[in-house]
């Protein structure tokens, strides 16, 4: 009888399991996330008992892809857009990073959240000019090749929409991490300093403000005050590693760590300096923020110390989990102010919390992940609520806190409409945010509106 390879191969692979399961019971025990059982490969598993298909078969050939590109099986790892958040025509209008499936802290270019407000602008970068007036003692028109003479830095920093989190001012709205916490990302950034041209023109000293202008046709335009363009501020032509892409302002953009999406000019073209804000657009009639008293607040620029959790979420829930369970809680927080030094973690709505582990890169105006190990009960209930703090003395407040005022009580609030931003807002939420975990284990969005 002539041997069959195929039976001889399976026969032989069942042998092998049978052996490694005696001998590596003891090694993944050790693992507190496995369970010994579970891990060990089963000998009835068709994924580990026949050769995969992608293994009997020629690959592609490096020729294929000259750009690379997801794997197709990655397709819900995507930004996302919604109608209740766009013009009719897309154009004025965002993409929303799935931060539901960032890893580390850096957003790649072809997920990073995107905000325009007419349109995606497309540059030739050999057309593209750089003015740069006012009270300046050089004025001067640069190309993009000159610019780039100038010493250049790289640094990792997150953009965040203002309206992040915005729609959770009255309740939540969506029930996704996505769309709620979405309006940011995280990257590298490789540019020049504002203050490194500055100090080859010169700039007189009554100049207090800079006005960036952008190309588009929105003709995107923001004041910022001196001290922040001395300070940090970027332009920024390279974003991980490579040019920027044209949604992210391409061939150039303004970047300023930690402040509002909205004042990172994107297509610039034009850089004026004066002793006076412009009071554009984009400032007056957007980017402010009405307080009970009737009045809005005006440049007010920095994103506060803010934190959600991403894992478990909305999107990925704990549904597949069973009793006893052993998994990782992750999280992001950030902070315009400076840097992350802690995150707090409560499972009953922020009654009580505990401090969880920061990992990896711990970077100021920057992403910083976190988590904590958890074992999982089934059946149980958690109100999970992630709290972080920053090294500029900021803490995360609660709702209440934040709607009402600091120590100021719902009661009491008529009387004293000074303090607290009501729930008509929509910029600059960064108040604790709660996320069900259900007895079956789905994630629902929730507000606890009494701590």
Same mark, same amino acid.
């Given at each position: 009888?002539?041997?069959?390879?195929? @039976?001889?191969?399976?026969?032989?692979?069942? #042998?092998?399991?049978?052996?490694?399961?005696?001998?590596?019971?003891?090694?993944?025990?050790?693992?507190?996330?496995? #369970?010994?059982?579970?891990?060990? *490969? +089963?000998?009835? $598993?068709?994924?580990?008992? &026949?050769?995969?298909?992608?293994?009997?078969?020629?690959?592609?050939?490096?020729?294929?892809?000259?750009?690379?590109?997801?794997?197709?099986?990655?397709?819900?790892?995507?930004?996302?857009?919604?109608?209740?958040?766009?013009?009719?025509?897309?154009?004025?209008?965002?993409?929303?990073?799935?931060?539901?499936? +960032?890893?580390?802290?850096?957003?790649?270019?072809?997920?990073?959240?995107?905000?325009?407000?007419?349109?995606?602008?497309?540059?030739?970068?050999?057309?593209?000019?750089?003015?740069?007036?006012?009270?300046?003692?050089?004025?001067?028109?640069?190309?993009?090749?000159?610019?780039?003479?100038?010493?250049?830095?790289?640094? @990792?920093?997150?953009?965040?929409?203002?309206?992040?989190?915005? =729609?959770?001012?009255?309740?939540?709205?969506?029930?996704?991490?996505?769309?709620?916490?979405?309006?940011? *990302?995280?990257?590298?950034?490789?540019?020049?300093?504002?203050?490194?041209?500055?100090?080859?023109?010169?700039?007189?000293?009554?100049?207090?403000?800079?006005? *960036? !202008?952008? +190309?588009?046709?929105?003709?995107?335009?923001?004041?910022?005050?001196?001290?922040?363009?001395?300070?940090?501020?970027?332009?920024?032509?390279? =974003?991980?590693?490579?040019?920027?892409?044209? !949604?992210?302002?391409?061939?150039?953009?303004?970047?300023?760590?930690?402040?509002?999406?909205?004042?990172?000019?994107?297509?610039?073209?034009?850089?004026?300096?004066?002793?006076?804000?412009?009071?554009?657009?984009?400032?007056?009639?957007?980017?402010?923020?009405?307080?009970? @008293?009737?009045?809005?607040?005006? &440049?007010?620029?920095?994103?506060?110390?803010?934190? @959600?959790?991403?894992?478990?979420?909305? !999107?990925?829930?704990?549904? &597949?989990?069973?009793?006893? $369970?052993?998994?990782?809680?992750?999280?992001?927080?950030? +902070?315009?102010?400076?840097?992350?030094?802690?995150? $707090?973690?409560?499972?009953?709505?922020?009654?009580?919390?505990?401090?969880?582990?920061?990992?990896?890169?711990?970077?100021?105006?920057?992403?910083?992940?976190?988590?904590?190990?958890?074992?999982?009960?089934?059946?149980?209930?958690?109100?999970?609520?992630?709290? *972080?703090?920053?090294?500029?003395?900021?803490?995360?407040?609660?709702?209440?806190?934040?709607?009402?005022?600091?120590?100021?009580?719902?009661?009491?609030?008529?009387? #004293?409409?000074?303090?607290?931003?009501?729930?008509?807002?929509?910029?600059?939420?960064?108040?604790?945010?709660?996320?069900?975990?259900?007895?079956?284990?789905?994630?629902?969005?929730?507000?606890?509106?009494?701590?």
């Amino acid at each position: 009888m002539t041997p069959n390879k195929e @039976t001889n191969s399976t026969i032989s692979r069942r #042998d092998f399991f049978k052996k490694a399961t005696v001998a590596s019971v003891s090694a993944i025990a050790a693992a507190s996330v496995l #369970d010994p059982v579970k891990a060990l *490969a +089963s000998e009835d $598993d068709q994924a580990i008992m &026949h050769h995969p298909k992608w293994g009997q078969s020629w690959g592609d050939p490096v020729t294929k892809n000259r750009y690379g590109i997801p794997s197709a099986y990655e397709h819900n790892n995507t930004r996302r857009n919604t109608k209740l958040l766009a013009s009719g025509n897309y154009r004025a209008s965002i993409a929303v990073t799935p931060i539901h499936e +960032s890893e580390g802290i850096i957003t790649p270019n072809g997920l990073f959240f995107s905000r325009s407000h007419g349109g995606t602008a497309h540059i030739d970068p050999n057309e593209f000019r750089l003015m740069i007036n006012g009270m300046v003692d050089k004025e001067i028109v640069l190309t993009l090749d000159q610019l780039k003479k100038y010493p250049r830095v790289t640094r @990792t920093h997150f953009i965040e929409c203002p309206a992040n989190g915005g =729609q959770e001012w009255r309740r939540p709205q969506y029930n996704s991490l996505q769309f709620a916490k979405g309006f940011m *990302a995280c990257a590298s950034w490789t540019g020049v300093y504002i203050k490194t041209i500055l100090e080859d023109l010169g700039i007189k000293p009554e100049a207090k403000w800079m006005l *960036a !202008e952008g +190309s588009d046709n929105s003709e995107m335009g923001r004041s910022v005050p001196i001290d922040k363009v001395l300070d940090d501020a970027m332009l920024v032509w390279g =974003q991980n590693g490579e040019a920027l892409r044209p !949604e992210q302002g391409y061939p150039l953009r303004l970047l300023l760590p930690g402040w509002e999406g909205n004042l990172c000019v994107k297509w610039l073209k034009r850089l004026e300096f004066s002793s006076e804000p412009w009071y554009a657009k984009e400032e007056t009639s957007k980017y402010t923020a009405l307080q009970p @008293t009737g009045k809005a607040i005006q &440049h007010f620029y920095a994103n506060e110390v803010n934190s @959600t959790v991403v894992s478990p979420s909305c !999107e990925k829930d704990w549904t &597949h989990l069973e009793d006893g $369970d052993v998994i990782e809680i992750e999280g992001l927080a950030w +902070s315009g102010m400076g840097t992350i030094t802690r995150v $707090d973690l409560s499972f009953d709505g922020g009654n009580n919390y505990v401090n969880a582990h920061i990992k990896g890169e711990v970077l100021p105006k920057c992403w910083t992940r976190w988590s904590f190990m958890h074992t999982y009960k089934k059946g149980e209930v958690l109100l999970l609520t992630s709290r *972080a703090m920053d090294d500029a003395g900021f803490i995360q407040p609660t709702v209440d806190q934040e709607v009402f005022g600091n120590g100021v009580s719902k009661e009491n609030f008529g009387k #004293d409409k000074t303090k607290g931003m009501g729930v008509e807002s929509v910029y600059h939420r960064n108040a604790v945010e709660t996320w069900e975990v259900t007895a079956n284990g789905e994630v629902k969005h929730v507000q606890i509106r009494t701590v």
